[in-house]
């Protein structure tokens, strides 16, 4: 917990609030709103709260069980508007991956709140005709891993 606690505060410490400037207006949004409207959230910047799953290497997407369709998002590509939040939320992984003796394949799930744009992106390794949605991140405003030890 007090890695959490750590990596919380490390969030906040480098958050564009931290700067002095303040951070654009959100659009709260779910993903279970985002797959049903997608021509509506295609290049918008919202926020979501949601289930987030990793194993470090292979995927790593946001998922709402309350979808009837078990929707998810991606995780998208770099983007210039990320800012340090999203460095310190990957670190945090690492080193979370690190303590637990894992740190090539490591699955990690928690609940976390994102802000990033909606994009979409064609092609998956098994499936390359397949167009999905997908968010950039541009901040984290906060999570919380869940420890399976």
């Given at each position: 917990m007090t890695l959490v606690a750590s990596l919380l505060f490390a969030l906040a410490a480098s958050g564009p609030s931290s700067q002095g400037v303040a951070a654009p207006a959100d659009t709260p949004a779910t993903i279970c709103d985002i797959q049903a409207n997608k021509s509506q959230y295609l290049g918008k910047v919202v926020t979501v709260t949601a289930h987030y799953s990793t194993d470090s290497s292979h995927y790593e997407y946001l998922k709402d069980a309350s979808c009837s369709n078990g929707a998810i998002l991606d995780i998208g590509f770099k983007v210039p508007e990320r800012d340090a939040?999203?460095?310190?939320?990957?670190?945090?992984?690492?080193?979370?991956?690190?303590?637990?003796?894992?740190?090539?394949?490591?699955?990690?799930?928690?609940?976390?709140?994102?802000?990033?744009e909606i994009a979409q992106t064609t092609g998956a390794h098994l499936q390359p005709d397949v167009t999905y949605l997908i968010i950039n991140l541009h901040s984290v405003r906060s999570f919380h891993f869940v420890d399976e030890r």
């Open positions: 939040s999203v460095e310190a939320f990957e670190e945090g992984q690492r080193n979370l991956c690190k303590e637990r003796g894992t740190p090539y394949l490591c699955i990690l799930e928690g609940t976390v709140t994102v802000r990033g």
